[in-house]
C-alpha cells in the first residue's frame, strides 16, 4: 500500500523562525543608521491595516515616534478581523474584541489621538475586492506625507490585497510594513528586498522611545549584503532594549475595562490548551496536597485559582 504524501503545509501554517534567531542577526542592526528619507519633514501619516493589530506588530515603533512628533495621525482598518481565531468566539465578539485592543495598543504607543477609519470589509475575503478597496482608500490615503501599507508578498491574501490597493491608492511615498514575513521568511532570504529595507531612528531624547521593524520601500529591490564579520547583534525591538532588562510600561486606565467590556476572557484562559497545561504544571509544583487559603494576584477571571479549590 502507498500512502498518500502529506500535503505541504501553508508557509504561514508551518513552523516558523522564532525571534531570537531574527535578534542575533548582525545586518538587522545596520538599518538604523540608514534610517528612512521619507521621514525628513513628515507631519501627517496614513496607516492601512488588513486586520486590527496589523499596523502594531507591522509599524509600532515607528507610529510612536510619529505621535511623540505631534504628526497627525490616520489608521484605516479595512476588516475587523472577524474570523481570525474561528471557533473560539462569535464573529461579532471577535470584532468588538480586537477593535477594543487596537485601541489599548495605540494608547500604550502614545498615539491615543489617531483618528480610526473602520471600512469593515469583510475578513479573509479582500483579494476579490481589491478594486473596491482601492476606490476606498483614495480619499482616505489623500493629502497625507506618508503611507504605510502590508507588504504585498507577505503571503497573506488580504495583507497583500491591502497593500496593493494602498500603493493604487496613494499618490505619495508609501512604505510597506511586513507582519507574516517575521514568521515564514529566514536571515538573508533571497524571496525578501532586503536592499529596499529601512528602519525609523528612535524619538528624540525626551519623547517616548520606541522602534519598529524594518520596513520595505516599494517591493522589489535586490537582496541586501550580507552580514559583516564581527558585528555586535543588538536587540532592540520595542520595549526590549538592547542592555536586557525590563522597562516600565505604564497603561491606560481605561485598558482592561476596554478588555473586558469586548469579551468576558479577553485572553482565553478558560479554553486555550497552552493555559489548561500551565495551570496542571503549576498546581504540579505544589509541595502539599491541601492549603488553607490561596491569593492569586492578577488573577483575571479566577481560572487557575479554580483549578485546585477541590483540594483546599
Given at each position: 500500500m502507498v500512502s498518500e504524501p502529506a500535503r505541504r503545509l501553508h508557509p504561514i501554517d508551518a513552523p516558523g523562525t522564532g525571534e531570537r534567531t531574527w535578534a542575533v542577526?548582525?545586518?538587522?542592526?545596520?538599518?538604523?543608521?540608514?534610517?528612512?528619507?521619507?521621514?525628513?519633514?513628515?507631519?501627517?501619516?496614513?496607516?492601512?491595516?488588513?486586520?486590527?493589530?496589523d499596523e502594531?506588530?507591522?509599524?509600532?515603533?515607528?507610529?510612536?515616534?510619529?505621535?511623540?512628533?505631534?504628526?497627525?495621525?490616520?489608521?484605516?482598518?479595512?476588516?475587523?478581523?472577524?474570523?481570525?481565531?474561528?471557533?473560539?468566539?462569535?464573529?461579532?465578539?471577535?470584532?468588538?474584541?480586537?477593535?477594543?485592543?487596537t485601541a489599548a495598543a495605540?494608547?500604550?504607543?502614545?498615539?491615543?489621538?489617531?483618528?480610526?477609519?473602520?471600512?469593515?470589509?469583510p475578513d479573509s475575503g479582500l483579494a476579490t475586492r481589491e478594486d473596491e478597496l482601492t476606490a476606498a482608500?483614495?480619499?482616505?490615503?489623500a493629502g497625507f506625507?506618508?503611507?504605510?501599507?502590508p507588504w504585498e508578498h507577505d503571503l497573506h491574501?488580504?495583507?497583500?490585497?491591502?497593500?496593493?490597493?494602498?500603493?493604487?491608492?496613494?499618490?505619495?511615498?508609501?512604505?510597506?510594513?511586513?507582519?507574516?514575513?517575521?514568521?515564514?521568511?529566514?536571515?538573508?532570504?533571497?524571496?525578501?528586498?532586503?536592499?529596499?529595507?529601512?528602519?525609523?531612528?528612535?524619538?528624540?531624547?525626551?519623547q517616548q522611545e520606541a522602534r519598529g521593524d524594518p520596513l520595505l520601500r516599494q517591493p522589489g529591490a535586490r537582496p541586501g549584503p550580507r552580514p559583516r564579520p564581527g558585528a555586535v547583534p543588538r536587540h532592540?525591538?520595542?520595549?526590549?532594549?538592547?542592555?536586557g532588562g525590563a522597562v516600565p510600561v505604564t497603561l491606560d486606565p481605561g485598558y482592561f475595562r476596554d478588555q473586558y467590556a469586548a469579551c468576558a476572557d479577553p485572553w482565553g484562559l478558560a479554553e486555550r490548551w497552552y493555559e489548561a497545561r500551565k495551570y496542571a504544571v503549576t498546581t504540579a509544583l505544589l509541595p502539599r496536597q491541601r492549603y488553607g487559603t490561596a491569593f492569586e494576584p492578577g488573577c483575571s477571571i479566577g481560572v487557575l485559582t479554580a483549578v485546585p479549590r477541590r483540594s483546599f
Open positions: 542577526w548582525p545586518w538587522l542592526s545596520t538599518l538604523p543608521g540608514r534610517g528612512l528619507a521619507g521621514l525628513v519633514g513628515v507631519t501627517s501619516a496614513v496607516a492601512v491595516a488588513a486586520h486590527p493589530d502594531v506588530l507591522g509599524a509600532g515603533g515607528l507610529i510612536s515616534v510619529l505621535a511623540a512628533s505631534r504628526a497627525r495621525l490616520r489608521l484605516v482598518a479595512v476588516t475587523d478581523g472577524e474570523r481570525s481565531h474561528q471557533g473560539h468566539a462569535s464573529p461579532a465578539a471577535l470584532a468588538r474584541r480586537r477593535t477594543a485592543e495605540l494608547r500604550a504607543l502614545g498615539a491615543g489621538a489617531a483618528e480610526v477609519v473602520r471600512l469593515r470589509l482608500l483614495a480619499p482616505l490615503v506625507d506618508l503611507c504605510l501599507a491574501p488580504d495583507h497583500e490585497a491591502a497593500g496593493r490597493a494602498a500603493r493604487r491608492a496613494a499618490s505619495g511615498p508609501v512604505y510597506c510594513y511586513p507582519v507574516w514575513m517575521w514568521h515564514w521568511a529566514f536571515p538573508a532570504d533571497p524571496r525578501v528586498p532586503w536592499g529596499g529595507a529601512a528602519r525609523p531612528a528612535p524619538a528624540p531624547r525626551g532592540d525591538r520595542p520595549f526590549h532594549p538592547a542592555g
